[in-house]
């Protein structure tokens, strides 16, 4: 399921770029390109303001297109996958580490040819839950089932694009789906990104 799932993001992506290359496109950062980064995630919520959560890094990396709308406005989906989680500054220095593949549709906005403004909504898919730990020096780890499996959520970022098609940003994730599924706990997976791309 998690490898259709996959696949079919990456089929969906490339058939994005095959219409792009018919629609007017900037340069700067037109077309289909890679990116990659640091995560900074924490959990957020009503019911996560009670607890010692803090940011725990993590890393993200994959593909993306533009599909320009005209010049100074393009739809951008991408699928990447992304080590989200937290850490908690109790007495076993327990983190919870979740890896997904997010899937965002974003609008991005040229300011100017180099700065970006874009936001839009992501679905992120589990593809693992574990919780780890440390215990009168030696370390615990092991899976859980109590991860929601779907995460919806909105993305928003600023971006500036270079010479030679080289892009950095700064996003920050919102979700809006409980991380704990079988759970009235309002808990969500919320976070920063700081990004590196390349546009062919």
Known sequence: MKKSILLLAIVALFSFDIQAQSVQRSDAAGGFGVRGGVNFFNFGGEDASSNEYT???GFHA???TNLFLGSRLAIEPGVYYSVKGTQNDDFA???AILNY???PLLL???VTDGLNIFGGPQASFLMSSKFEGDFFGSSFS???EAITKTDLGF???LGYNLPKG???QGSYDFGTSPVFKDSDAAIYNRGFKVSLGYSF
């Open 55 to 57: 940011n725990r890094a």
């Open 166 to 168: 080289i892009n950095l």
């Open 93 to 95: 220095n327990t983190r």
């Open 101 to 103: 593949i997010d899937v």
């Open 62 to 64: 994959g593909v993306y």
């Open 108 to 110: 991005r906005l040229y």
């Open 142 to 144: 092991y899976d859980t």
């Open 155 to 157: 993305v928003v970022g």
